[in-house]
DNA sequence: TACGATTATATCGTACACGATACAAATGTA
DNA sequence: TACATTTGTATCGTGTACGATATAATCGTA
């Protein structure tokens, strides 16, 4: 590849990420506003889905996010009163992130949302294995960058 | 799979294609503050080297972003003196966007720019063959949700 | 047990990112 | 040629996203 090829948009793995990236952010747009929320504050609840009462700390964790970001989204998922953010009696430092009711009962409410999703790619000339050799190198690239 | 499994932060495939996107993005962070911008304004960058002299509506479709995030975008650019924004004379509608002789002469910083990334992947397990079909797939993907 | 180092969050400033809305220039058509 | 429609940008409001910095609680250790 010369210089120039190397500088072209398409050639720079990094840019078809991010599109791909956004776009399909997008698509789950429509889905996520009948739960009144957004897209990373679904990730949000699908990680307290999965395990509730965590500190802020294990959240950026496991999304990858800094405190920066996530204090600020998880106070705005408390003033819709999905979660409750409380200090750990334990440690002090620690703010306990927790579902309330209303934001265990949204879970039954969102598992449509994966199946709407993947219908949205049913048409696509994805298949399931290629799907898993995409996905194994998605951890590749987060493993080696995160 | 159960609804539960469905759930799981890691089996959406929209998480580790957002998390990578992220992770990505930050790499490029220390190697674009030399040049005194940032990821999505080397975006634009490369655009325009690799076509110069278009209209914002150009920028947004080969990017793929809303007019309402590149207008201001390339105001910061225009201020940097990397690009300038003139009205078109044959449609004054039209706002083109052309590179200055400082964002030409960046051009030449930032061939290093792609070896760099690629060499901060070299250790990983990814070889020539899988970031082949993982860049089809994510072709398919934009293709199907853009 | 003082006290410097570390840890867990929060705050601030800057820059995206997008939907909704606005508006002027251009276009189509009666 | 009036005028409704479309097109190309811009503006505004809300919500991320992150680095730098701040601060209180905890920990390590002399």
Redesign the interface.
Known sequence: MT?DE????E??????????????????GPLLEELDIT?PQY?VL??L??TDNQPVGELTK???LETSTLTPLLKRLEQKQYISRKRSVTDERSVLIALTESGQAL?EK??CI??K?TE??R????DMQ??T???Q??????????
Chains 1, 2 share one sequence.
């Open positions: 210089t190397m500088l072209r948009l050639n720079q793995l990094c840019f078809p990420l991010y599109v791909a990236s956004r776009l399909t952010t997008r698509m789950y897209y990730l699908l990680a889905w999965q496991r999304l990858y879970k969102a598992v994966p199946e999703i949205l790619f048409s696509s000339t994805i290629e799907l050799g995409f996905y190198t998605l951890q590749k690239i987060i493993q080696h960058a995160g």
